[in-house]
């Protein structure tokens, strides 16, 4: 509304008048035109005073003002009502059409290219290139029309002379998807006579102006308008028309268009060809009509594709055919005269019918599905000729009148007629207004048998000679007493009639005075025969296409051919008919001066139109009306979302009553009126109302909608999902059972078998029991050895373990492990071995074991040392649990050297038949030696040593871990102990925490806990202090002790951090571990070892290569 006009511009919509008078109307009118507002409403009626000079009022903003507004809310425009004309067909999908009318020059044909250009600028906002392509044809095509169809008058520079009805297609969304032109009677006349002060079609002006003189020099023409006897009227006019420039413009449009080269060459030649008949001339020479130039014959004939002789025959002769015979019956020059004319006017229409269908083609709506794209809706655009009244008036004035007529007649029907007829059947309290109802003077001119086209039509059938005159006094004795007709027959003393040429009818613009001469003859509209077959036999194909019937032979009867009254009259019928259909919107056109003048508005001429056109009645009408008018059913169904009593449906007795609700809960009661059938409500703004209310309304159903469907659409999904799930589940449970189902298969009567089920195939498991199947290999395995272990007799066990351990350690390392052979340990003690020695060796062993305290002899055996000036010396080791000894046989087993086994930290050996061991100790003073026996001799006994120490020393458990946080936190450094009870247990701790093992469990810390050279060892790995309880501090811990003291560290480390670099399967390990122990309450009997104390790489290298020619491959034992 902030938009809207303030009041010195006048009154925005004529209904607004205090009265409605004639004066006040025109004083309204004045004063908008003069403000130059052009615009004005009467209701949805746009009443537009053509201003004759370009007005800013055209563009992108303006367009923006208007898009999607209602009418009401801004100043009047043809956008407006463009607008409101393609919302009811996007809203309601109506078809709707726009009616232009006005008489010549009044500004339709302006005013139709305005609102084709809204429509363009308001759709496709997704820029589809297709809609952009159909958009650009349907503007495009205006300018090619306009240059063939249009013609400078005296009323009008660009005057319309054919009628245009354009359909504009669009798909469900609004977009237009094509259209059609509906093309009405060409004022074909023109082309070979205008009256003085007018042109032709401009086509040709533009064509002789604007064309190269290439081209004109290819056509034969040449640029001087005058040389060409149909133009030569026109040629010197002055306008305000460029033509060289149009012609630019329209080549470029039928290019754009879709035009091929070779047709739009065509219709320039056709151009020419019609130039160049209107300059042919007929002379006589005795009884034969010659061609004056017969140049121009053969010119035509060319531009034609056609021969010469033919040509000159078409125009000379008339083939006949009487009965079986053929005859060529010569012209006179009248009728050659009228022969070439006929033939100039006929294929300058072929052309412009031939340019329309063509553009038809081009545009019409492809590929379109109702039910893919839903109902295509229109809109029409109607532009037809105004009407006119000329100094001479002929036949086609009389059409154009005609059409006018049938317009008006429409309008009256639409807005005067039928609205008040429905108030008055709906029960409507109505007084009826007056109008003049001009179907007296439509059926003056169509009625069957009365009007004047039968007249015409039963004058032109008359068989022999009709003149014009005979026609006339038809006219006179039919309708001498019709009020809207009269001829100087009629009225003798009316000297404007000439007698025998003219009749006048009042039409509802005006008397016009109609010439009857050439009526019959433009009502047969004769053209021979053989011009036909002339132009069908041209070896153009374009020009042979717009000439279809040519291909008749002579002898065939045709049937007579309507005459081009009925033809028109039946055209305008169907149009008429089309437009009723629709919803119409009216554009009425005003010409304020016959001068072409912006400044003058004419008082006198405008009262005329304002008259004729029956705008005052039409305010009336609009004022006691009502705006608006929908059955009961529709409108609810249209708006019963509004209210809570109408929605989703109403209990009231009937749909009229749910109406009422409905009104009356919007406040509106007192702007309608309730008809039996139908609601009417009198100013669009309630109507307005009631739409923005509806928009309101759908946001929130379409958002309820949304909901129910999304939730349907979540609740399917988790079904599907569940259900998916299930059948997962069965499945998995399926695999899971086939597998194990499998595995029992497998592996029944296992303990039967001879190899306890080595050789049965595991099946492969579901992914799920991968971990499963590990454990299970693990069970089995664990049970296949429990069950071969158990044939092994109990003394032969720790041999075997030493055997396993040595496998593990040197498979593939080495070539013998001795692994044959009975591995006796203690070499030096039998008799084989050492035949005299052995005696002294027994004693000092015995010696050891008293003071030292072993246990146990894991190996003894005479070894070979070189010294380091390379001398080879005799040399016996002695490894018992707790010590190695370096002893010399020379000396009755005189101890050289004792290493604690806590000392050793690895053992190297060589993959190569020697029989080299390097044993590494904690301080760098590596013991290397080679096995040496004596029988059998060169007995491979690395492989014992290595099995018996590792074996030892797997005995070890070792843990390592941290706790993460609290006061009570002990950080397990690590746990070193040896099977043997009186080994003792080596635990690490930090400092802090031995207070809290002492706390926690005082009774495991029996001993004394002393700093054992934690700073050394420490030092390498950031132990803020190492502590180790040791046997020989009086600590004595069993196994189980230890698992205990373990345990209950663990108990406070839930969580097993591991170093960052430890990979998952050490701390799936380490956790296992972990478990194991809380389960049991004890550590397992012979834990893995599974992380050792790192040792430095300088420490590891042993000094071998002191050792001489031995090459030491690598480490193969790491004990901790
Ligand atoms: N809105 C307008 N703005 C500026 N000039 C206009 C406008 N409308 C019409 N005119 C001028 O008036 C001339 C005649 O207008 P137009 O050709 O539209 O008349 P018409 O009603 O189609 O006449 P006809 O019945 O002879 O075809 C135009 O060439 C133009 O110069
Ligand atoms: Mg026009």
């Known amino acids: 509304m902030a938009e809207q006009e303030s009041l010195e511009f006048g009154k925005a919509d004529f209904v607004l008048m205090d009265t409605v008078s004639m004066p006040e109307f025109m004083a309204n009118l004045r004063l908008r035109f003069e403000k130059g507002r052009i615009y004005t409403f009467i209701g949805e009626v746009v009443v537009s005073v053509n201003p004759y000079k370009s007005l800013n009022i055209y563009g992108r903003d303006t367009i923006e003002q208007y898009k999607g507004r209602e009418l009401y809310e801004r100043p009047p425009h043809l956008f407006a009502i463009a607008d409101a004309a393609y919302k009811a067909m996007k809203r309601r999908s109506k078809d709707t059409c726009i009616v232009i009318s006005g008489e010549s020059g009044a500004g339709k044909t302006e005013a139709s290219k305005y609102i084709m250009q809204y429509i363009a600028a308001i759709t496709n906002p997704s820029q589809r290139a297709e809609i952009e392509r159909v958009k650009n044809m349907l503007l495009k095509s205006n300018c090619v029309l306009e240059a063939f169809g249009n013609a400078k008058t005296n009323r009008n520079d660009n005057s319309s002379r054919f009628g245009k009805y354009m359909d504009i297609n669009f798909d469900f969304k609004g977009d237009p998807i094509g259209g059609h032109i509906n093309n009405y009677l060409l004022e074909k006349s023109r082309v070979i006579v205008q009256q003085p002060g007018e042109r032709s079609f401009h086509s040709f002006y533009q064509l002789l102006q604007g064309g190269s003189d290439q081209m004109l020099r290819s056509l034969h023409l040449q640029k001087s308008l005058s040389s060409y006897s149909y133009i030569h009227v026109g040629a010197q006019l002055k306008s305000s028309i460029n033509d060289a420039a149009e012609f630019k413009v329209v080549a470029d449009a039928m290019k754009v268009i879709g035009f091929k080269p070779e047709e739009i060459q065509t219709a320039y030649k056709i151009l020419a060809a019609i130039l160049h008949l209107g300059n042919l001339k007929f002379v006589v020479d005795g009884d034969t009509t010659l061609i004056e130039d017969g140049k121009l014959v053969s010119i035509i004939a060319e531009l034609l594709s056609t021969k010469t002789d033919m040509v000159e025959k078409a125009l000379l002769y008339r083939t006949v055919a009487t009965g079986r015979d053929i005859i060529d019956k010569q012209h006179t020059e009248q009728e050659a005269s009228y022969g070439r004319d006929a033939f100039a006017k ?114 032109c059938m008359n068989v022999g000679k009709v003149t014009d005159e005979m026609f006339l006094e038809a006219l006179n004795s039919k309708l001498g007493k019709h009020g809207h007709f009269s001829s100087r027959k009629l009225c003798a003393s009316d000297k404007i009639l000439e007698f025998d040429r003219d009749f006048r009818i009042r039409h509802y613009a005006g008397d016009v005075v109609y010439s009857v001469v050439g009526f019959i003859d433009k009502n047969k509209d004769t053209l021979f025969q053989d011009f036909k077959r002339l132009m069908y036999n041209s070896s153009n194909p374009v020009l042979k296409n717009m000439w279809p019937e040519g291909k008749l032979s002579i002898t065939e009867v045709t049937k007579r051919p309507l005459t081009a009254a009925t033809l028109f009259k039946n055209s305008m019928i169907a149009l008429v008919d089309n437009l009723a259909s629709k919803e119409p919107y009216y554009v009425r056109c005003i010409k304020p001066n016959d001068m072409k003048s912006p400044q003058i508005f004419d008082d006198e001429r405008c009262r005329h139109q304002v008259e004729y056109l029956g705008l005052l009645e039409n305010v009336r009408v609009r004022r006691a009306g009502f705006a608006f008018r929908q059955t009961y059913e529709k409108f609810l169904h249209r708006y019963k979302m509004i209210s809570e009593f109408t929605w989703p449906n109403h209990d009231l007795p009937s749909d009229k009553e749910a109406v009422k609700k409905l009104v009356e809960y919007c406040g509106f009661q007192d702007d309608v009126a309730y008809g039996k059938t139908k609601i009417f409500i009198r100013t669009p703004r309630t109507l307005f109302t009631l739409e923005e209310l509806r928009a309101q309304m759908l946001v929130r159903i379409v958002l309820f909608l949304q909901k ?50 080595k050789h049965v195939q595991w099946p492969t498991p579901p992914k799920v029991l991968h971990r499963f199947e590990e454990v299970l290999q693990a069970i089995f395995n664990r049970w296949r050895a429990s069950q071969l272990i158990k044939t092994i007799p109990a003394s032969d066990l720790p041999q075997v373990r030493a055997k396993v351990a040595a496998v593990e350690m040197l498979k593939g390392q080495r070539a013998d492990l001795g692994l044959q052979r009975a591995w006796e340990g203690n070499y030096l003690a039998s008799k084989p071995d050492t035949p005299q020695t052995s005696g002294t060796f027994v004693p000092v062993a015995n010696e050891l074991k008293r003071k030292d305290k072993y246990m146990n002899v894991l190996f003894s055996c005479h070894v070979r040392k070189v010294n380091r000036f390379s001398k080879v010396e005799d040399r016996a080791i002695f490894v018992t649990d707790r010590h190695l000894y370096k002893m010399d046989p020379t000396k009755q087993y005189k101890v050289m050297k004792t290493i604690p086994l806590y000392n050793l930290t690895g053992l190297s050996v060589s993959n190569g038949k020697d029989q080299l061991v390097v044993f590494h100790t904690k301080d760098n003073k590596d013991l290397i030696v080679c096995l040496f026996s004596k029988q059998p001799t060169h007995e491979s006994r690395i492989g014992e040593l290595v099995g018996v120490l590792v074996n030892h020393f797997k005995r070890i458990i070792h843990l390592e871990g941290r706790q993460g946080d609290g006061k009570e936190a002990v950080t397990v450094i690590w746990v070193r102990c040896y099977e043997s009870v009186d080994s003792g247990v080596e635990i690490r701790v930090k400092e802090a925490d031995l207070k809290e093992i002492k706390r926690l469990k005082p009774e495991l810390v029996r001993g004394t806990l002393s700093n054992h050279n934690g700073a050394r060892d420490g030092a390498g790995q950031g132990f803020e202090s190492l502590l180790t309880l040791q046997e020989h501090d009086g600590l004595n811990t069993t196994p189980q002790q230890i698992g205990s003291l373990v345990m209950m560290f663990c108990s406070h480390i839930m969580i097993w951090p591991l170093r960052a670099n430890e990979g998952p399967q050490k701390r799936l390990n380490l956790l296992s571990q972990k478990l194991f122990l809380k389960l049991n309450g004890s550590h397992p009997p012979y834990p893995e070892c599974h992380s050792s104390p790192k040792i430095p790489p300088t420490q590891r290298s042993s000094p071998i290569t002191r050792a001489g020619r031995i090459h030491i491959a690598h480490p193969v034992v790491d004990a901790p």
């Open 346 to 459: 006929a294929i300058y229409e072929r052309l412009f019918c031939w340019i329309v269908s063509r553009i038809n083609d081009i545009i019409a709506v492809k590929n379109s599905d109702t039910t893919i794209h839903g109902k295509n809706t229109v809109i029409g655009v109607l532009d037809i000729y105004g009407f006119e009244i000329f100094d001479n008036n002929s036949f086609e004035q009389f059409c154009i009148n005609y059409c006018n007529e049938k317009l008006q007649q429409l309008f009256i029907q639409l807005v005067l007629k039928q609205e008040q007829e429905e108030y008055q059947r709906e029960g409507i309290p109505w007084k009826h207004i007056d109008y003049f109802n001009n179907q007296i003077i439509v059926d003056l001119v169509e009625q069957q048998h009365k009007g004047i086209i039968a007249i015409l039509d039963d004058a």
């Open 708 to 757: 129910v469907w999304r939730g349907t659409l979540a609740r399917m999904r988790y079904k599907r999902t569940r259900a998916a799930l299930t059948i997962i589940r069965y499945y998995r449970r399926y695999k899971v059972k086939s597998y194990i189902h499998e595995v029992a298969r497998r592996f029944h009567g296992i303990k039967t078998m001879r190899d306890y089920g």
